[in-house]
């Protein structure tokens, strides 16, 4: 199994970016997934969830209006479109699958929930 995250990088506040999940080596059109991220000193938390058909999603209310999250089940592929970038929004973003269940129309919410995860991407905001 691979999770594969890229797209962060260095941007201005108000600036946007995009990043991309790509896996392998699992049923990814029938898994939920999610964007996680972790700032120095804190926590990991999630910032936006979709369940295996894009029906539900979930949004941090920190990003609501500002972040969409898509997922592609063709390309194996989810993302993370993030808008209006704030300094708070720096971290290291990480791509998780919710693998317990195939075809489940619950969305996780904890990381502990999401038993697959991708290497991580840095985002950095300047102000």
């Known amino acids: 199994v691979q999770l594969q995250a890229f797209g962060g990088g260095l941007v201005q506040a108000g600036g946007s970016l995009r990043l991309s999940c790509a896996a392998s080596?699992?049923?990814?059109?029938?898994?939920?997934m999610g964007w996680f991220r972790q700032a120095p000193g804190k926590e990991r938390e999630l910032v936006s969830g979709i369940i295996w058909n894009g029906g539900m999603t979930y949004y941090r209310d920190s990003v609501k209006g500002r972040f969409t999250i898509s997922r592609d089940n063709i390309k194996n592929t989810v993302y993370l479109q993030m808008n209006s970038l704030k300094p708070e929004d720096t971290a290291v973003y990480y791509c998780?699958?919710?693998?317990?269940?195939?075809?489940?129309?619950?969305?996780?919410?904890?990381?502990?929930?999401?038993?697959?995860w991708g290497q991580g991407t840095l985002v950095t905001v300047s102000s």
């Open positions: 998780a699958a919710d693998g317990h269940s195939g075809y489940s129309p619950v969305l996780r919410l904890t990381e502990f929930e999401y038993n697959y």
């Open positions: 080596g699992l049923p990814f059109s029938s898994y939920g």
